[in-house]
């Protein structure tokens, strides 16, 4: 342990600590990881749960037609984590679960450490199905993830006990993955005071060791479970029957658990913050904007170049607003560098040669409908005109859809399309098995971050965060962040159809056609016929958008707003 005695607690299914490491899928898990970087930085006494996902998110294979294949995600725990002595126990269905744990220290730049607790089931005292319960991130059906969430929730508050963590401050649950820690809190409190029943009032106090970050307005992102299958998996409670709890109609919402028993909740935008609040309108919801971490995620050349110009950059990230100071040239050959080497893993991983004089568009994230990757091939003779007129441009694509995710599957299939169609007028390359070190090679050789969800379902998004630190300006619409980094010609352009009305209607034919406008009126003529205002907006994007969409000033938020209140 470090040597605080009272750290906060951070669960979370899901976390990016190395690329090899696959216990993360997207955003959710990235976060996390940048979470803890900074906490380590920052010295702020973070303690991490996590699970164990020994098979991983699987590997992407991508035939010629676009068609995902799924390969088993299986890593080498041992050459990554270490084994700790300390156990714990969990009952599933009545019978007795043993968990294990792994350490992953991640260390900041003072040599501060965060160690991150990985639980496992994989030991030949469990059944044959328990001790599968940790494989698999985002596996199996509902029973299967509700069994990990018991693990996760119940079982890291009792690992962390084995662990030596009898006190701690705070509670931070990343999403409803984790809220039934909640429960196991309020055990021990009966326990401790030789009680086996809970009253409304047990909970008053439990409240105010709580944190709950919500991510998402997606209604596939709160999980629900079945009460009954509640009370098969974790035995009766009365807390299943409390009036305004969780479970309502035989339906049991861990994003309500979560809430009920918090005092600090907050969604991951100020957009974000509002929609959650009218989602959940019985609930007073801050709002703490993501963030990336900037060290992490800052191309080498673009490192040695902050280096030079802006010492203590990567230690205090508001001093990159210092970056309007850069010269334009030496902005330009860091770029450059960042691009060749993005180009260099198009020709290693899909045979395409694509040239660095083009103006390249980046689109990578998970493939969900609602991100709309097909947004830009709505009109492909369009597409195709506008390359003929106003400057050539060529697409790079990177994402997987989640095995179960039909309709994903299908709209990374239609983008496949679009590449056989357009060929050479509009070259596209999909580079398959999307993972963090793609994500930061990508995020910084692009010339534009397209972004195209479908208001107001991207809660934040944190890929555009890692463009705009490399000096990529967004192209976006407005919603998640985006809506706070977006100055007009300054940081970027929006995709709007009416001026920049953050809440208005949305079409998609609409919302193409003024991705073409701005595309070819704009964007393009920048690019090409006034370079030196295009790179005025990367130095902007850097100055304005790196300087605070980072972890560093998340976690200071976290930190005065909700874990030392």
Partial sequence: MNDSPTPVAYFTMEIALEPEIRTYSGGLGVLAGDTARSAADLRVPLVVVTLLHRKGYFRQEIAKDGTQIEHDGTWPVEQHLQRLDATAQVEIEGRPVLLRVWRYDVVGQGGFVVPVHLIDTSD?????????????LYGGDKHYRLCQEAVLG????RILRALGYNSVRKYHMNEGHASLLTLELLDERLRAEGRTAAEPDDIVPLRKMCVFTTHTPVEAGHDRFDQQAMERVLGARKEFEMK????????????????????????????????????????????????????????????????KYIPSWNSDNFRL????????????????????????????????????????????????TYKRADLIFNQLKRLRDISKRSGKFQLIFAGKAHPADVPGKELMKRVFDAKRELG??????????????????????????????????????TSGMKAALNGVPSFSVLDGWWIEGWIEGVTGWSISTN??????DHDDV?????????????????????????????????????????????????VLKAYFT
């Fill in 154 to 157: 119940i079982g890291g508050v």
């Fill in 321 to 368: 607003r210092y970056a309007m100071s850069i010269p334009h040239h030496e902005i330009w050959e860091a770029h450059l560098e960042a691009k060749r080497r993005l180009l260099s893993l198009v020709q290693e991983r899909c045979g395409q040669t694509l040239d660095e004089n083009v103006f390249t568009i980046g689109f990578a994230r998970r493939v969900a």
């Fill in 244 to 307: 305004d709890g969780f479970c309502s109609g035989g339906v049991c919402n861990m994003t309500y658990l979560g809430f009920n028993m918090s005092s600090f909740i907050n969604g991951v935008a100020r957009k974000h913050g509002e929609v959650s609040r009218e989602m959940f309108d019985n609930y007073s919801i801050d709002s703490i904007t993501n963030g990336i971490h900037a060290a992490t995620f800052a191309s080498p050349s673009m490192k040695k170049l902050f280096d």
């Fill in 499 to 504: 001026g920049g009305s953050v809440d208005s």
């Fill in 424 to 461: 050479d007028d509009v070259p596209i390359a999909y580079i398959e098995d999307y993972d963090l070190e793609m994500g930061k090679i990508i995020t910084a050789g692009v010339d534009t971050w397209l972004n195209t969800p479908r208001p107001p379902l991207e809660a934040s998004g």
């Fill in 124 to 136: 030949k005292q469990n059944s044959e199905y328990d001790q599968t319960l940790t494989d698999y």
């Fill in 510 to 558: 609409e919302e193409a056609q003024a991705l073409y406008r701005k595309l070819e009126e704009v964007i393009l003529p920048c690019f090409y016929r006034e370079r030196v205002r295009f790179l005025d907006i990367m130095r902007h994007s850097i100055a304005l958008n790196g300087s605070f969409f980072n972890t560093e000033r998340m976690m200071k938020e976290y």
